[in-house]
C-alpha cells in the first residue's frame, strides 16, 4: 500500500494566520483526500482533490476557507486559512490504497491560540 | 443521508476476554465497509473492507462480519495492544467514506 508523508506532523498557530499542510504519496494517485477530525470526534471529509482539477468541497466546507492545491500526481497541500480556534483540530490526508482500503497519513495536529 | 453508528462508545476488557464492536450503517449505495484502528496521535490504519452481506475476514484476534444493515468487529482473547479507538466507515458514491465516532476500546492486563 501507499506510503504517505505528512508535513509538519503538529504546529501551534495565532488566530488569522493561515497554515499550509503537505500531503507527499510514494506512488502516483488519482485522487487524493483531505479529512478533519477535531477533538475527541471521529473523520470528517474536507474535500477531494483531482490533479488537474478543482478540488470537489464536502457541505460545510468552503474553498475560501481550506484552499487545496494538486500539482501532480503524489503531492497535494491544503491550506487553512484565517485560522480561529475553532480549526484546532487534526487533518489527516488519504489515498486509495489497491485493495487494502484507503491509506491515511499520520496527521497534522493543529492547535490555534 | 449516508449515517454511520457505533456502539459502544467505550469498553474496557479484560485481557483474554473476548467481545464485538458494532457499526450499523445505511444501506443506500453502500460500495464497501472499512475497519480501522486509531492510536494515539497517529491516522487510522486499515484493518478490514467488507462489501457485501455475508462476508467475513479475519486477522489475528480480529474478525469482521457484515449483514445488510450491520458490521461487527469481533475481538478473541484481547491482550493489551490491541488497546485503541476503533473506526468503522462507510464508502458511498464519489468514493466518500463516512465516518463512525468510533469505539475506544481497553484492554486491561
Known amino acids: 500500500s501507499a506510503v504517505i508523508s505528512q508535513k509538519p506532523s503538529r504546529d501551534i498557530c495565532q488566530r488569522g494566520t493561515s497554515l499550509t499542510i503537505q500531503c507527499q504519496v510514494d506512488s502516483q494517485v488519482t485522487m487524493m483526500f483531505w479529512y478533519r477530525q477535531q477533538p475527541g470526534q471521529s473523520l470528517t471529509l474536507i474535500a477531494t482533490a483531482n490533479q488537474g482539477s478543482e478540488a470537489t468541497y464536502e457541505s460545510g466546507f468552503v474553498i475560501d476557507k481550506f484552499p487545496i492545491s494538486r500539482p501532480n500526481l503524489t503531492f497535494s497541500t491544503l491550506t487553512v486559512s484565517n485560522m480561529s480556534p475553532e480549526d484546532s483540530s487534526i487533518y489527516l490526508c488519504?489515498?486509495?490504497?489497491?485493495?487494502?482500503?484507503?491509506?491515511f497519513g499520520s496527521g497534522t495536529r493543529l492547535t490555534v491560540v | 443521508e449516508d449515517q454511520v453508528t457505533q456502539s459502544p462508545e467505550a469498553l474496557r476488557l479484560q485481557e483474554g476476554e473476548s467481545s464485538s464492536l458494532n457499526c450499523s450503517y445505511t444501506?443506500?449505495?453502500?460500495?464497501?465497509l472499512f475497519w480501522y484502528r486509531q492510536d494515539p496521535g497517529k491516522g487510522p490504519e486499515f484493518l478490514f473492507t467488507?462489501?457485501?452481506a455475508g462476508e467475513e475476514k479475519e486477522k489475528e484476534r480480529l474478525k469482521a462480519t457484515l449483514t445488510k444493515k450491520e458490521s461487527f468487529l469481533h475481538i478473541t482473547a484481547p491482550k493489551p495492544e490491541d488497546s485503541a479507538t476503533y473506526l468503522c466507515a462507510e464508502e458511498t458514491s464519489g468514493s466518500r467514506l463516512t465516518f463512525g465516532e468510533g469505539t475506544q476500546l481497553t484492554v486491561n492486563p
Open positions: 444501506v443506500s449505495g453502500l460500495r464497501g
Open positions: 488519504s489515498v486509495a490504497g489497491q485493495g487494502r482500503g484507503y491509506t
Open positions: 467488507l462489501y457485501s
